[in-house]
């Protein structure tokens, strides 16, 4: 598995075509995997897709990569590329702006899109305290909240 200083992503910038379409192969995936992980951190952690209380998993996960995926980063590994993805969530503008869940995809080589493999969405759990507790918990990021290499 890699990890941030295995891989060297390139600059942050709007989706190509082929980041597009790599996206929409596991679109689908995405989005389960936004309501399953909802459904799992409101068990013992409501905090941290708080910024969607309220929101129907209809409402959370209606986004289309052509018009949501607003910004990736990629990087070659000795299996693959790894894609970062951030997407906007267009039903989530609070306090704290638009709201941003950012995507993890692999596409191993030599296959074009067919084989492209969500791999996580970002969970961030930071502000720890002495003991090392977690007291931020956010699975929506804001606008200005950096992409970067995550392994969740």
Sequence with gaps: MASAEEVNLNAPHSPHQNAIEAFKH??????????????DWDKHEPKMWSRAAGLSDADLTHFTIEQDLVQIRSGAVSYGTIILGKIRIPAINDELGRGYVHVRI???PNRGEEDVMFHSILHVEGKRDADGHPH????????????EFFND
């Design 26 to 39: 596991v679109l689908h995936k995405i989005k389960h995997e936004i309501i399953h992980s909802r459904l």
């Design 106 to 108: 692999h596409d191993p």
């Design 136 to 147: 931020l918990w956010r699975a929506i990021q804001t606008e200005d909240y950096p992409l």
